[in-house]
Nanobody
Framework: QVQLVESGGGSVQPGGSLRLACAAS????????MGWYRQAPGKQRELVAG???????KYADSVKGRFTISRDYAKNTVYLQMNGLKPEDTAIYYC????????WGQGTQVTVSS
């Protein structure tokens, strides 16, 4: 059974930082590229960062230079380091394979406001 458990969200002021973590089941983590997605109120879910099995990364233009994705094979965990947070980064953040498959975790809320 695929499991995705996101954590690390919270409320921060603009310019602040957060580090998200996603504990994934081995069956999805090991053989797949992984990604962090987000969904803001009234908007579609979007991919913000992806990392291949070999560690190559990609980012949405809106987060490039501020977010860093990484993965730890020993822990089957994907991380998203978010720096320089902006109000427009407010959303629920999810992880999944890239491309995403059916079955999402509960996500973790990130709120950026002054």
């Amino acid at each position: 059974q695929v499991q995705l458990v996101e954590s690390g969200g919270g409320s921060v002021q603009p310019g602040g930082s957060l580090r998200l973590a996603c504990a994934a089941s081995r069956s999805i983590f090991r053989p797949n590229a992984m990604g962090w997605y987000r969904q803001a109120p009234g908007k579609q879910r979007e991919l913000v960062a992806g990392i291949s099995i070999a560690g190559s990364t990609k980012y949405a233009d809106s987060v490039k230079g501020r977010f860093t994705i990484s993965r730890d094979y020993a822990k089957n965990t994907v991380y998203l380091q978010m720096n320089g947070l902006k109000p427009e980064d407010t959303a629920i953040y999810y992880c999944n394979s890239d491309p995403a498959r059916d079955g999402w975790g509960q996500g973790t809320q990130v709120t950026v406001s002054s």
